[in-house]
């Protein structure tokens, strides 16, 4: 069944257009990587408060509140920016063991911002009132900004070896 959907997608028009345009491929690189800059960027400036490496004199809460519609307008554009890339040769991407391990880094990633927003952040007003962030917190900024450095490694050599596994 993927590999029939992979068939349909790589034959879509869309996907020929992307394709066999010049341009319009380096033009969607260009906004995946602003996109990942806006999310990633102020993702890792949390994670750093978090850790206690940034940030210190701010509030974990009004930091995240402040960075959040900038990191899901990052989200936004890279997820659309990405898709279309994608689109453009969905048979090469799956086969390419950096962008399988991107995606799986990207679900890793996404596993952990729910359970530090579900579980770890509901005692935020309590860091922000004492000033004291919990090991639990420490241990979710820590292991975000190691698996986005890992997302964004894996995502550069996507480019360098399109090649399936």
Not at 59 to 66: D, E
Not at 88 to 93: A, D, F, G, I, T
Not at 116 to 138: K, N, Q, V
């Amino acid at each position: 069944m993927t590999t029939d959907l992979l068939g349909w997608l790589g034959q879509t028009r869309l996907s020929a257009v992307i394709a066999e345009s010049p341009t319009i491929f380096p033009w969607l690189e260009v906004i995946h990587v602003i996109g990942i800059g806006a999310m990633v960027g102020t993702i890792m400036i949390v994670d750093l408060r978090l850790v206690g490496l940034a940030g210190r004199d701010y509030a974990v809460s009004r930091l995240s509140r402040t960075l959040l519609p900038f990191t899901w307008a990052g989200f936004l554009i890279a997820l659309a920016s990405g898709v279309l890339m994608f689109s453009s040769q969905p048979e090469m991407y799956w086969g390419n063991w950096y962008f399988r391990a991107k995606m799986v880094l990207l679900l890793l990633a996404g596993i952990n911002m729910a359970v530090f927003h579900l579980l770890t952040a509901r005692s935020m007003a309590g860091w922000d009132m004492h000033g004291t962030i919990p090991s639990a917190a420490r241990a979710a900024g820590l292991a975000s900004l190691a698996i986005w450095i890992l997302v964004v490694a894996a995502g550069r050599w996507i480019g360098f070896t399109m090649t399936p596994f």
